[in-house]
């Protein structure tokens, strides 16, 4: 199975920067997409970045310019750059990764949720 742990979240004020973490453990075969959605109160969860395993990546139009995808593939871990950051962009932020995994003698796909944290961006 596949355990996420994400870090980096905060208060910073409009302007500034954070840098997300996210670190995928477990019997992991290969790592297909990982990637990052938020969440702000009273709105759907929202894609933010996503990046595959040949380091495509795609953004949402409001952070293009803003926010940088990489991810490390020695460590399983994807990672999102956030600059210039707006009061608008605050929301709890969740990591998703989708991987192969082995449980119980065969490799199963998972499609697995951080436990989220919280980004607030002050005026």
């Known amino acids: 199975q596949v355990q996420l742990v994400e870090s980096g979240g905060g208060l910073v004020q409009a302007g500034g920067s954070l840098r997300l973490s996210c670190a995928a453990s477990g019997s992991i075969v290969s790592i297909h997409t990982m990637g990052w959605y938020r969440q702000a109160p009273g709105k759907q969860r929202e894609l933010v970045a996503r990046?595959?395993?040949?380091?495509?990546?795609n953004y949402a139009d409001s952070v293009k310019g803003r926010f940088t995808i990489s991810r490390d593939n020695a460590k399983n871990t994807v990672y999102l750059q956030m600059n210039s950051l707006k009061p608008e962009d605050t929301a709890v932020y969740y990591c998703n990764v989708f991987a192969a995994a082995w449980n119980n003698g065969a490799v199963r796909q998972y499609d697995n949720w951080g436990q989220g944290t919280q980004v607030t961006v002050s005026s």
């Open positions: 990046i595959t395993n040949g380091d495509s990546t």
